[in-house]
């Protein structure tokens, strides 16, 4: 689109998450190290939690490519609406086992004696749980018991529990006080403040190819900071929309006014208003981006709920439609005997009714 317009390599601002574009602000380092230090000094356990789009996936999938050595298993848990039974059976399948025909008992069991055996052979084991907040009380139960397993002198599995701020208000919760215990390290990721957002976009557009220093002109960037939060996600939606719009009226440079039709075309009030609406409990106003993640998120995840219930039906409506074919031949031929039937009979009636008359 507008990458030779602007003398890009890359779009600087996509919502994926690119390790290659991370930038490390102060509060994403220091979350990034209490991951490594989880990790590396097998201190066991970690909880990180941050507002939606603050950049949390991120850094989990650069935690990810340092583990990519044959020390190292990873169990990386994305999708968490499960009950105790479907997390463990998540957990086995990660690791590489085949947990399906098992029952609770038998997946604990399982579980176990891998973590054992694969500690004993000086493997690294390491659970890491992204969207946290949506794990059951139960599920969250069963990984205090796993986080239990420990020799004289170091924690067996290493987890990493990264959500959303509910998270916390979930382990405050009195039945979790044994989890709580076991925690190491506990941050919360807040977003970037006025400078870092400045430095952040700098950053990106920099990674994505462009020599210019001037793309956005100095005063955009508080206004990027009004209407963004410092939130990340919300950085990259508007500054990808502003150089959009730039790139259709053949303007070289992000300025103002063209933030401002940014702006208008996305229908957003300031972040703090936004922001505020939320925590009253008022409807959101229009254009709001931030409630607009929050049900996509929750979309995707009831999508991704029930592609797994189909995949576990595939089997049985390939038979249904096997039998389906069979009856559907059968009363074919039915049919076809039927109207043979009907035409041997028909014939010697009209025969009779001719000679009567």
């Not at 929750?298 to 995949?311: F, S, V, W």
């Amino acid at each position: 689109m507008y990458l030779d317009f602007f003398n890009l390599r890359e779009f600087p601002f996509r919502l994926t998450p690119d390790t290659e574009f991370l930038f490390m602000s102060h509060v994403h380092a220091r979350a990034k190290a209490y991951m490594d230090y989880s990790v590396w000094n097998r201190e066991g356990f970690v909880v990180i939690t941050g507002e939606i789009g603050c950049g949390k996936t991120i850094l989990l999938k650069k935690l990810l490519t340092e583990l990519e050595d044959e020390h190292f298993l990873v169990a990386k848990i994305f999708q968490t609406q499960l009950d105790e039974v479907e997390f463990l059976q998540a957990v086995l399948v990660e690791f590489g086992l085949n947990p399906f025909n098992a029952k609770k008992v038998e997946l604990i069991d399982m579980l176990n004696t891998f973590l054992v055996d694969s500690y004993r052979e000086m493997k690294q084991l390491v659970l890491i749980v992204d969207d946290a907040h949506n794990l059951s009380q139960k599920a969250l139960e069963e990984i205090r018991m796993l986080s239990g397993l420990e020799t004289q002198k170091e924690k067996v599995l290493h987890v990493i529990l990264v959500g959303q701020p509910q998270l916390n208000t979930m382990l405050d919760a009195p039945e979790l006080e044994q989890l709580v215990q076991r925690v190491r390290l506990r941050f919360h990721l807040r977003p970037l403040g006025a400078d870092e957002t400045a430095e952040y976009i700098a950053h990106r557009l920099k990674v994505a190819g462009t020599t210019r220093t001037d793309l956005f002109t100095p005063e955009t960037m508080s206004v990027i900071y009004k209407y963004t939060g410092g939130v990340p996600r919300l950085i990259n939606t508007l500054c990808d929309t502003a150089l959009t719009v730039a790139y259709a009226d053949d303007l070289p440079t992000v300025t103002i006014n063209v933030l401002k039709e940014a702006l208008d075309e996305l229908q957003w009030q300031p972040y703090e208003r936004r922001a505020s609406s939320n925590r009253t409990g008022k409807p959101a106003p229009k254009g709001d981006h931030s409630q607009t993640v929050r049900e996509q998120d929750k979309l995707i995840a009831g999508i991704g709920n029930r592609l797994n219930q189909m995949d576990s039906l595939v089997p049985s409506l390939s038979l249904i439609s096997d039998r389906m074919a069979s009856i559907e031949a059968l009363l074919t031929n039915i049919v076809a005997l039927l109207r043979q039937g009907k035409t041997e009979h028909e014939i010697p009636s009209r025969k009779s009714s001719g000679k009567e008359r």
